[in-house]
């Protein structure tokens, strides 16, 4: 590994590290070894290849992981990959609770890095599910048509930022939580910001 593929922000990242330290160091050096960039995006190592995001190492409470930001799209051969949830559509992650693990696994992880790089140089893309195919809670629905308005605010957010709210405002079971949801984030809608800005 030369000293020039590592970024500053990541050794501060991993020396900053109080819970996956060692964990991090040898992930960084199986990543690296694939001849990947060295990034610091959302806070977290990022890998890229020609600009392209590869894989991200970010930790948890309970694990930390190597997430491929097309996961969906690698053959998961040895059934490792997981979908951190049912709303996430392209990303897959390799979770790991201890340094050994990821030794044992390291041929592998570099298969896989190397297969997810294979899928950027053929310009692959995940088929994300369209926005038309949420269902967009009555009680947005009412506010649409109460305030047009707000429905042209909300078709001109993005759809990353539709699809998070309607999956925020669905989630709750009831229509009364659902309305103060609703309520609560309106202004937000109308300022075109999504639901974490």
């Not at 890998?47 to 097309?70: P, Q, R, S, W």
Request: glycine letters at 4%.
């Amino acid at each position: 590994m030369t000293e020039n593929k590592t970024n500053p922000k990541v050794d501060e990242f991993i020396n900053k590290s109080k819970k996956w330290k060692k964990e991090y160091e040898k992930l960084r050096d199986i990543v690296l070894d694939c001849e990947l960039t060295e990034e610091f995006k959302w806070m977290h190592p990022c890998y890229t290849f020609e600009k392209k995001n590869i894989v991200i190492i970010h930790g948890f409470k309970e694990y930390c992981a190597l997430l491929f930001h097309k996961g969906a799209l690698v053959k998961d051969t040895n059934g490792i990959l997981i979908q951190q949830t049912e709303n996430v559509q392209a990303a897959r992650q390799i979770r790991f609770t201890n340094v050994q693990e990821i030794v044992d696994m390291e041929p592998i992880l570099k298969a896989y890095i190397y297969e997810a790089i294979d899928v950027e140089k053929a310009g692959l893309e995940v088929n994300f599910k369209k926005n038309t195919e949420l269902v967009i809670p009555e009680e947005l629905q009412n506010k649409f048509n109460e305030i047009p308005a707000l429905k042209t605010a909300f078709e001109g957010l993005t759809p990353g930022r539709q699809r998070a709210y309607i999956l925020y405002f669905s989630g709750a079971k009831q229509s009364k939580t659902r309305e103060s949801r609703v309520e609560k984030y309106m202004q937000q809608i109308l300022n075109g910001k999504g639901l974490n800005d």
